[in-house]
C-alpha cells in the first residue's frame, strides 16, 4: 500500500503563513474529499503535496522517498487543476486538443482511450482555442486529464466549477466507476459538498491554513446531531459534549454536537435531535468568522 505523506508543511508568502505546521498521510486506494473555505488553503495544499510548489518548510514523501523534484516518483501523482483562459496577460491561443497531447507526453501513463471516449462523453470541442471555450469546458478538461493521466495519486482542484448538474453527476459516477476499476487514489477538492458526500470515503477539512478534521465520512456523520429545543433544555442535554456553532432564536437554541465513543444525548431532555449532513457538519465547523 503506497502512502503520499506531509510532515509539519509550513507556506509562507511575504510575512502570512497560508500553511501552518499541515500533517497529513494517504493511503492508496481512497477516494478523499479536500473541503475548506475560499483561502484556507487547499489548492496551496495541493500544489505542495504535488511538487508543483516548493513548501517554506517541511516535508512531503511518497513510500519515503522525496516529492520535490524526484520523477519516479512525481510519475505516480497528478494535480489537474482549471486552465487559465490568460497567459501572460494575453488570450491563451493553444487549441484544447494541443493541450491534451501535451499532457500525454507528461504523463507516462497516459491512457489515450479513455481520453477520447471522455472526450465524447463530454461533448468537448478540442478544436476550440482555451480562451474561447466556457467555465464549463475548462472543467471538463480538468476531469480528462486527471482520468486519463491513470497516475497513481491523483488530485482535483474544483472539478466540478461551472458544470451543470447533470455534468456533475456523470464526472462522480465516472470517478467512482475509475476507482472501483483500478483502486487508485483521488483527493478532490470542492465547494459543491452535498452531492460528493457520499463519494468521497474520508472527508479532509481545512481551516485557516490548518487540517482540523481526517475521518471517514460515514463514521463522522454517525456521531455528529443537532440538537434544538428549549435553551435550558439544550445546555443540560449537551452538558459536558463537544458542541459547535450555536444558534439562538428568542428562547430557543440549537447545537451541532460532535458525539466521542460511548456518548449519547439523553432522552430525558425535551429537545430535538437530527443527524447532520457533511455540509452542516462543515459550516458547524467552518462557518465562524474569525
Given at each position: ?58 516535508t ?14 512525481l ?21 484544447v ?15 489515450q ?41 491523483t488530485?482535483?482542484d ?27 487514489t ?16 474520508e ?17 463522522l ?29 428568542g ?23 437530527q ?16
Amino acid at each position: 500500500m503506497s502512502r503520499l505523506i506531509a510532515e509539519n508543511i509550513v507556506k509562507t508568502y511575504g510575512n502570512k503563513d497560508v500553511l501552518h505546521g499541515i500533517d497529513l498521510e494517504l493511503e492508496s486506494g481512497k477516494i478523499y474529499g479536500l473541503i475548506g473555505r475560499n483561502g484556507a488553503g487547499k489548492t496551496t495544499l495541493l500544489s505542495i503535496l504535488t511538487s508543483q510548489n516548493p513548501a517554506s518548510s517541511g516535508t512531503v514523501t511518497f513510500d519515503g522517498a522525496p516529492v520535490w523534484e524526484n520523477p519516479d516518483v512525481l510519475a505516480h501523482l497528478c494535480f489537474s487543476r482549471e486552465l487559465n483562459t490568460m497567459v501572460g496577460g494575453s488570450a491563451n491561443t493553444m487549441k484544447v486538443k494541443e493541450y491534451l497531447r501535451m499532457a500525454s507526453i507528461f504523463f507516462p501513463n497516459w491512457d489515450q482511450q479513455m481520453a477520447d471516449q471522455l472526450v465524447k462523453e463530454f461533448d468537448l470541442d478540442v478544436k476550440k482555442k482555451i480562451s474561447k471555450i466556457s467555465k464549463g469546458m475548462l472543467s471538463m478538461i480538468t476531469i480528462i486529464v486527471a482520468l486519463a493521466s491513470k497516475a497513481e495519486f491523483t488530485f482535483l482542484d474544483e472539478p466540478v466549477a461551472g458544470l451543470d448538474v447533470v455534468a456533475r453527476e456523470k464526472f462522480y459516477r465516472i470517478l467512482v466507476e475509475e476507482f472501483m476499476e483500478t483502486g487508485r487514489t483521488f483527493v478532490v477538492s470542492t465547494h459543491i459538498i452535498e452531492e460528493a458526500a457520499d463519494v468521497f470515503e474520508e472527508v479532509i477539512i481545512v481551516d485557516r491554513g490548518k487540517i482540523i478534521l481526517k475521518e471517514n465520512t460515514v463514521e463522522l456523520l454517525e456521531r455528529c446531531v443537532h440538537v434544538s429545543g428549549h435553551e435550558e433544555q439544550v445546555n443540560q442535554a449537551v452538558a459536558g459534549l463537544e458542541v459547535h456553532h450555536e444558534e439562538h432564536i428568542g428562547r430557543s437554541k440549537g447545537v451541532a454536537v460532535m458525539l466521542k465513543p460511548g456518548q449519547v444525548i439523553p432522552r430525558q431532555f425535551d429537545v430535538d435531535v437530527q443527524k447532520m449532513s457533511l455540509q452542516k457538519v462543515f459550516v458547524a465547523l467552518c462557518g465562524e468568522d474569525a
